[in-house]
């Protein structure tokens, strides 16, 4: 092989590596019991106009998600002994 093919098949390889770097570098992931938003890193800002659920997302390299999780917490306020707290007294118009 001559000198200007193996100098063409390093600057492909470099190419291809320098490009799939920046492709793994690009892509987030927001777990499937989580919600994501995305967050700039350069203009410490937050994306409130799209939430995303869970999965994997071409976000870009500078941008991360920030996630929050997406589960139902319920407290029992009751008087049985598993309540997770007693019950709370309230009040209405009539007392």
Do not use: R
């Not at 492709?23 to 994306?47: D, Q, R």
């Not at 920030?66 to 709370?88: G, M, Q, R």
């Amino acid at each position: 092989m001559s000198n200007k093919v193996l100098c063409g098949i390093g600057c492909g390889v470099c190419l291809l590596l320098t490009v799939l770097i920046f492709v793994l570098v690009s892509v987030g992931t927001v777990e499937p019991i989580e919600y994501g938003i995305v967050y700039n890193s350069i203009t410490k800002t937050v994306n409130t106009e799209h939430v995303y659920k869970g999965g994997w997302y071409f976000i870009g390299p500078i941008q991360s998600f920030f996630v929050f999780p997406s589960t139902l917490i319920n407290i029992d306020f009751t008087e049985y002994k598993s309540a997770d707290h007693p019950p709370i007294e309230v009040k209405d118009k009539i007392g």
